[in-house]
């Protein structure tokens, strides 16, 4: 249907916009951090939130910026052809909270990848929101990632 679909989780909420999914595989093991899958209506987005605890992440970053640094010097290491947008690594407010942006692209075999990641430090919960395409494909998903970070909440 045309129903947008609230999401609560323990450490989060969102809203998705009309026929998107969630999916929280839940952990026998009692892992701390927890990862929701989200679902686009075709399919062709890869994205995801994860959560934790705040104080396990502020042992090794102080601040969303450090976090994201942090991260992309991994990808950097790990994928093919990295770079990151011309914007670079941005400051921005999620639910009120200071977080960080960046988008990158990289390659996947012959194919452009463009992906973005969003790091925010909540009051007891940090969460790392993450979305992959093809790089052709990226600006069209744009007006639906949009509307479920400007919907996050974040404990």
Known sequence: GSQSTKIKRERFAVELPPNWYAYTPSDTRKEPRQTTSLLDPDGSINSRIEAGPIETLKEKHASPEEWMKSSLDEYGKRMTDFSLSDEGVRSIKVGGHDASIAEFEF????????????????KSSAVNVRYTTTADRFNASKADIDSIVSSLTVQ
């Open 107 to 122: 390659s996947e075999g012959d194919i452009r990848k463009r992906a973005g990641r969003i790091a925010i430090f909540g």
